[in-house]
């Protein structure tokens, strides 16, 4: 019989002292541990864990029946899960591998990504994720992960005005965001200074062509580097890494600026970043990719 996570977080800090490089606060209550795993209905498939720590999500979840694959930071962690997981990682149940999330490539066969990740590596994270699922045509996972309360309800969809996110917006073109339950500072051995809360991902149709939602990303990054300038203004430079976008670079999106000023679209480029919903982006962007279309189009 596995460990359950209070044994298993006790053993771990009868050992080591937790690294607060790593955000290592860790979660003992078993309602807690299963509240990440809540939003997951499947039978059975695999589940990729972010930062195993002491092991309690991982001993939950291979409970549940999953396979898991544990991505762990700390050699210290790794060694402990070996330890405690040595029956699982010989049935061939868990597969743990020390090393950084941010530059792990995961197996195809991942149905759910969950952690008590790191607060420092929030943002991060959440970029890779997008970046590596988006606009996969293989398979797109679920993720249900632990974050600091605030970034969280940034990242809702229900956010508006200044408490908006530049990641909330770029998240939200191919994902659908729900907020699960919070999980206060005093639940963490040891406290952190601030609450968690649960974010769930699940992939969303699509919401436009890939190559507007491209434009998309590129848009809201430049408008919201810039929050309190209009958007008019924020676009007299051309957005960073424009030219990994089919059709586009510096020169292209100069002359079409110029046409997007005279037309229509300058009602909704005289609003600021904040003031535009996912769809007014995919929108904007749909339009500049029509008006470089119809400028190529026209004879030299």
């Known amino acids: 019989m596995r460990p359950n996570p209070s044994t298993l977080v006790e053993r771990f800090l009868q050992n080591h002292v937790p690294e607060k490089g790593l955000g290592q606060h860790f979660l003992s209550h078993s309602s807690d541990v299963s ?10 498939g695999h589940l990729l864990e972010i930062g ?12 549940r029946g999953y396979g898991v694959t544990v991505i ?28 950084d999330a941010l530059r792990y490539v995961p197996p195809k ?21 997008d970046e590596m699922y988006a606009h996969s045509k293989e398979y797109r996972p679920c993720a249900s992960i632990l974050i600091q309360r605030e970034v969280a ?6 956010a508006a005005g200044r408490s908006r996110s530049s990641l909330g917006m770029v998240l939200g073109l191919t994902w659908d965001i729900e907020l699960g339950r919070v999980i206060t500072a005093e639940r963490f051995k040891p406290r952190p200074a601030v609450d968690g809360r649960i ?21 809201i990054r430049a ?23 089919d059709g586009w670079n510096k020169k292209q999106w100069n002359r079409v600026m110029r046409v997007m000023l005279d037309s229509s679209a300058r009602v909704t480029l005289e609003k600021r970043a904040e003031e535009l919903e996912v769809i007014d982006w995919i929108e904007l962007a749909e339009r500049f990719n029509r008006a470089r279309t119809a400028l190529e189009s026209r004879p030299n």
């Open 109 to 129: 066969n991942i149905n759910w990504i969950v952690g008590n990740i790191n607060y420092g590596i929030t943002s991060p994270l959440l970029a890779r994720i």
């Open 223 to 245: 408008g919201f580097a810039h929050r309190r300038r209009k958007l008019s203004n924020v676009f007299e430079r051309t957005p960073n890494k424009i030219e990994r976008i």
């Open 153 to 158: 309800d940034r990242l809702s969809p229900s």
């Open 199 to 219: 974010l769930v991902l699940r992939p969303s149709p699509p919401k436009g062509e890939v190559n507007n939602l491209r434009l998309s990303r590129r848009l």
């Open 52 to 63: 195993g720590g002491p092991g309690g999500l991982t001993a939950m979840a291979l409970a």
């Open 35 to 44: 509240a990440v795993l809540e939003p997951i209905h499947d039978e059975d």
């Open 72 to 99: 762990e930071k700390d050699p210290r962690a790794v060694r402990h899960l070996e330890s405690e997981f040595n029956d699982d990682i010989e049935g061939g149940l868990l597969c743990v591998i020390e090393g």
